[in-house]
Structures are given as structure tokens and as C-alpha cells.
């Protein structure tokens, strides 16, 4: 059984430039959490999905950052016009549909760099 | 406002000796606390968790104890191994409302290393 997978690893990107972050869930999860971790930082929550429902985006930026589940592929977060701040460790995280805190499972996180 | 303070960055333990790993929190609300194990470029990995109705649990090596007057809790690993090495995360979750999001908040995390 597959884990999380998070592509790509490594993201370099200009400013200005889009950032798109994909994360496909465990087989027969339906539930996808994203978390960023700055540099000597904590993982902070940012978005809940379910599929083709956005959940809970109380820890997401209010500008430049969306996140989508659609029916059929990947989760994606995307950032627009990237600034130097948004350089981070970028983790997903799937679940069981109506499962518990300890029932997310991590990918191996996309690391982003701005330049 | 860290809810979630892991006041140790770094622990260093002699292999076969018991690792304690603390951490504090300040949100009452949290009902669930989680431990995570991150190794570099890696994604964390679940390791033990604790409802705020308990105050000890035990898994293996790994023991849990959580303090709820203090706001408090800590991980134990004994016999701790070289292969226990890695930044261990310290995480709490809020009973959900409405639609169900079990956003996890994460301390900074520790970086335990076990001298061989």
C-alpha cells in the first residue's frame, strides 16, 4: 500500500512566479490536511480538503494561496507571485474519511525555495 | 501565540539510557495529544498519542504521560537506541466542530540524539 506521495520534492522558483504543490492520498483516503514548516519552525496547519470541498482554510494565507481536491487527481497548492517568505517545507497530510487526529498520515513534504 | 511549546531544542542521551522529551501547551481546549518522529527530508511519522482522559499510555519503548493541571506532558524512551534519532514533534488537536477538521498544532519540535 502506497503512502502519501508529494511531488515534486524540491520546488525552486523565481519571485513573482507560481508555485503548484501536488499531494495524492493513501489509497482509500478521501480526507487531505496541508501543513508548512518554516526554517527552526513547526508545522502549522493551513487547509482541510475533503474531495471537491475545501473544509477548513482557517490557517491559509488570504492572498495568493488556494488549494483544491477535485474529484479525480492530486490535491494541489498552488501560490501565486511567490515571495521570499513563502521559501518553506510544505507537508500533506491524508486521512480516512471521519477518522481521529492520530489518523493522518505524511508525505514527505515538498520543499520550496524562492529566489 | 505558541499553544504548543517544546522548551528543549536539542536532547542528547547515552544509548541505553531513558529519553525524556517534554512539552507544554496552553490551549484548554486541546482533548488529544499526538508525538511525531521526523527524520531529514522526510514527512513526520506518528508515534504515540494520548486522549486528555488518560494520563499515561504505553506503547513499547514509548511511554506518554500527560500532566492536565500542569499542562503538561512528556515522552519517555527506554531503552533509547541510536535509531531513535531524529526531531521529535509534539502535536495537540482540538475536539472538532461543525465539519470535522482535526487540525493538528505542532511545537517546534526537539532534536534527540542517542550516543551510541
Known amino acids: 500500500n502506497a503512502g502519501v506521495m508529494q511531488n515534486p520534492r524540491h520546488l525552486v522558483r523565481r519571485r513573482g512566479q507560481e508555485a503548484r504543490l501536488r499531494c495524492s492520498p493513501m489509497?482509500?483516503?478521501?480526507?487531505v490536511y496541508w501543513y508548512r514548516q518554516l526554517p527552526e519552525e513547526g508545522l502549522k496547519f493551513m487547509v482541510y480538503?475533503?474531495?471537491?470541498?475545501?473544509?477548513?482554510e482557517s490557517g491559509m494565507p488570504k492572498e495568493r494561496f488556494s488549494a483544491e481536491f477535485p474529484k479525480e487527481g492530486p490535491s494541489i497548492l498552488r501560490i501565486q507571485q511567490v515571495v521570499r517568505g513563502d521559501s518553506a517545507a510544505y507537508f500533506c497530510?491524508?486521512?480516512?474519511?471521519?477518522?481521529?487526529?492520530?489518523?493522518?498520515?505524511f508525505g514527505p513534504g515538498t520543499r520550496l525555495t524562492v529566489t | 501565540d505558541q499553544q504548543v511549546k517544546q522548551n528543549s531544542p536539542s536532547l542528547s542521551v547515552q544509548e541505553g539510557r531513558i529519553s525524556i522529551l517534554n512539552c507544554d501547551y496552553t490551549?484548554?481546549?486541546?482533548?488529544?495529544f499526538l508525538w511525531y518522529k521526523k527524520y531529514p527530508a522526510e514527512g513526520p511519522t506518528f508515534l504515540i498519542s494520548?486522549?486528555?482522559?488518560?494520563d499515561k499510555n504505553e506503547d513499547g519503548r514509548f511511554t506518554v504521560f500527560l500532566n492536565k493541571s500542569a499542562k503538561h506532558l512528556s515522552l519517555h524512551i527506554v531503552p533509547s537506541q541510536p535509531g531513535d534519532s531524529a526531531v521529535y514533534f509534539c502535536?495537540?488537536?482540538?475536539?472538532?466542530?461543525?465539519?470535522?477538521?482535526?487540525?493538528?498544532?505542532f511545537g517546534k519540535g526537539t532534536k534527540l540524539s542517542v550516543i551510541p
Open positions: 497530510a491524508s486521512s480516512p474519511q471521519g477518522q481521529g487526529p492520530h489518523e493522518q498520515y
Open positions: 489509497k482509500g483516503h478521501s480526507h
Open positions: 480538503l475533503q474531495k471537491e470541498n475545501i473544509i477548513d
Open positions: 490551549n484548554s481546549m486541546f482533548d488529544y
Open positions: 494520548i486522549s486528555s482522559i488518560k
Open positions: 502535536a495537540a488537536s482540538e475536539r472538532p466542530s461543525g465539519a470535522g477538521s482535526y487540525q493538528l498544532t
